[in-house]
């Protein structure tokens, strides 16, 4: 409807008998529109959305009977991309197009409409995703991270909530906040550029990822079911745990995402241990490891006085006890050397840097038992070669050789029996008998001289 100005405008012009020029009656017209709808709100369809290169987007909002042009500026407050068949309520005014006697409408805000449209947009999106494979991927989550990164907002309670779970189970973690918007046009942007920065970091790289935000409205959570965002979570290289809402909201980046938490309080306890839990370890560890030991060594021990009870001759088996003996020994050193390389290979891959100092002094503890279990290992070896040295000698005096060496001889018969008496002799003088010296033995056949006995 035209105002008075206008309109006794044309009047007069039309009382006169004026011609009017195109351009003034656009411009009249232009005037009187924008002035009569300067402000209202507008409820359509989505149709035939084109997005321009420099960011403005040009679509047209229609009804079961009307269609209407209507233009989205760049930087226009939308939380949510404008998408064909999207029913939405839009604020804004009307203008016209002088050019082409057009009309248009001028979106400034705009809300889906109702909530089962943002619910059916969802689960379209979802379906789409789920056919290409989005959903499927899930990697595994570090036990031990040693950094975190935390893409939210840098104000409210969530991010404070986090640190403090944290401090309480896990203090040795460092931390890397990435803050930004979880609520609004701007939300997905900075959210992707969050998730592709922490991944393109080269120091303090976090080993895991934790996209939190506080509960909210289906409206309030849309930024978690952009495509941009779900395309980033699973092109990123580090695993990636959502946190959003309460454990009964639901977005589409807990489907993309590797870890699902019901709070962001709760994201942090999955994906760290608890310190006494760790403590409770190395003292098992270490306790499993004195057992150990002290079994190997009691068991060496029985076998070694095993075989020193069975000691035959000092010369043989002294040569078989010292090679078993050496490789148990070698075994055992062998033993304690992977042993102790292991639990400090586990140790260290746990990359706990606050445990350093209980860790050091642990492993001094273990390597005082090493180096008293060297030194005692080496006074028994000491002990036990000169016990065996002493029974060698003990052998050696007691051996025939020794007494053959003081002039003494001893006599055989020829089938190398000893002729202990003269009886022996008699017996076996006829046959020939044997006579052993010290450097040699001497036959005396049947028909020899008699032998001066």
């Known amino acids: 409807m ?108 705009a809300s889906m409409s109702g909530e089962g449209a943002l619910l059916k947009l969802i689960n379209e999106r979802r379906k789409h995703f789920a056919s290409l494979g989005y959903f499927d991927r899930k990697r595994e989550i570090p036990k031990f991270p040693k950094t975190i990164g935390i893409i939210t907002s840098k104000t409210g309670a969530v991010l404070q909530d986090m640190r403090h779970r944290l401090e309480d189970r896990y203090p040795f973690c460092d931390v890397v906040v990435w803050p930004v918007n979880v609520q609004g046009a701007l939300a997905p942007e900075q959210i992707v550029n969050a998730i592709r920065g922490f991944n393109f970091m080269v120091e303090k790289r976090p080993d895991v990822l934790i996209v939190a935000r506080g509960g909210g409205s289906i409206e309030d959570l849309m930024p978690f079911n952009e495509e941009a965002v779900i395309r980033a979570v699973y092109d990123s290289s580090i695993p990636v745990v959502s946190a959003i809402g309460h454990e009964t909201d639901t977005t589409l980046i807990d489907y993309a995402s590797d870890l699902r938490a019901p709070t962001p309080t709760a994201a942090i306890e999955l994906i760290t241990p608890v310190l006494a839990d760790i403590k409770l370890r190395i003292i098992d560890l270490r306790t499993k490891m004195e057992a150990l030991l002290i079994g190997i060594l009691r068991e060496m021990k029985t076998r070694l006085a095993n075989s020193i009870k069975h000691l035959i001759s000092a010369q043989f088996v002294l040569m078989a006890i010292r090679q078993r003996f050496d490789d148990k020994i070698s075994r055992f050193l062998i033993l304690i050397s992977n042993y102790l390389q292991k639990e400090s290979i586990k140790l260290e891959s746990k990359r706990i840097t606050g445990l350093n100092q209980y860790i050091t002094l642990k492993k001094q503890r273990y390597e005082t038992i090493q180096h008293t279990i060297m030194k005692r290992t080496e006074y028994f070896m000491v002990q036990y070669r000169q016990t065996l040295k002493v029974l060698g000698d ?43 010296f010290q450097d040699g033995v001497s036959e005396v056949l049947e028909n020899a001289d008699k032998s001066v006995y």
């Open 2 to 109: 035209l105002d008075n100005t206008a309109h006794n405008y044309l009047l007069q012009i039309f009382d006169e008998e004026k011609v009017l020029t195109v351009s003034e009656l656009s411009s009249a017209i232009k005037s009187t529109v924008e002035k009569d709808y300067s402000s209202i709100k507008l409820q359509g369809e989505v149709s035939g959305v084109k997005k321009h290169s420099s960011g403005h987007t040009y679509l047209c909002l229609k009804d079961d009977e009307s269609v209407i042009n209507a233009i989205c500026w760049r930087g226009t407050k939308v939380s949510f991309p404008l998408e064909d068949g999207m029913e939405i309520i839009a604020r804004g005014r009307v203008t016209t197009y002088s050019a082409r006697s057009q009309y248009q409408f001028i979106i400034e805000e």
């Open 394 to 436: 003990r052998l050696e005096q007691g051996s025939f050789k020794k007494i053959l060496s003081k002039g003494f001889c001893f006599l055989t018969d020829i089938g190398g029996k000893t002729i202990e008496t003269k009886l022996d002799f008699e017996s076996s003088k006829n046959n020939g008998y044997v006579i052993h």
